[in-house]
């Protein structure tokens, strides 16, 4: 697993919760970074995403509540969420859209995800 997600939880709505990524051991560097999320029967969207450079991009659904940033030297990023909806109810997935491995470079790389469960 090249990814790792950390984070997830139930949180009632109004509430915050901070998602975290770190990228194994065995990657040097990661292109741009991002999060997205699949709630159940509906295709996964984007919710976020950083250059290395820390230019962002969010869906609309999530400006003004949601903040990404990374730690480039430590190949990390997090997704602070606040004013959480029921809507935002999904598993949340981090990638890695290139990165440099010991074996070389590596594409569209995900994590296993967790589950954000916001009640009403």
């Known amino acids: 697993v090249q990814l790792v997600e950390s984070g997830g939880g139930l949180v009632q709505a109004g509430g915050s919760l901070r998602l975290s990524c770190a990228a194994s051991?065995?990657?040097?560097?990661?292109?741009?970074m991002g999060w997205y999320r699949q709630a159940p029967g509906k295709q996964r969207e984007l919710v976020a995403t950083i250059t290395t450079g820390g230019s962002t991009n969010y869906a609309d659904s999530v400006k003004g509540r949601f903040t990404i940033s990374r730690d480039n030297a430590k190949n990390t990023v997090s997704l602070q969420m606040n004013s959480l909806k029921p809507e935002d109810t999904a598993v949340y997935y981090c990638?890695?859209?290139?990165?440099?491995?010991?074996?070389?470079?590596?594409?569209?790389?995900w994590g296993q995800g967790t589950q954000v469960t916001v009640s009403s």
């Open positions: 990638n890695a859209d290139r990165a440099v491995l010991i074996t070389g470079w590596e594409y569209d790389i």
């Open positions: 051991a065995r990657i040097f560097s990661i292109n741009n």
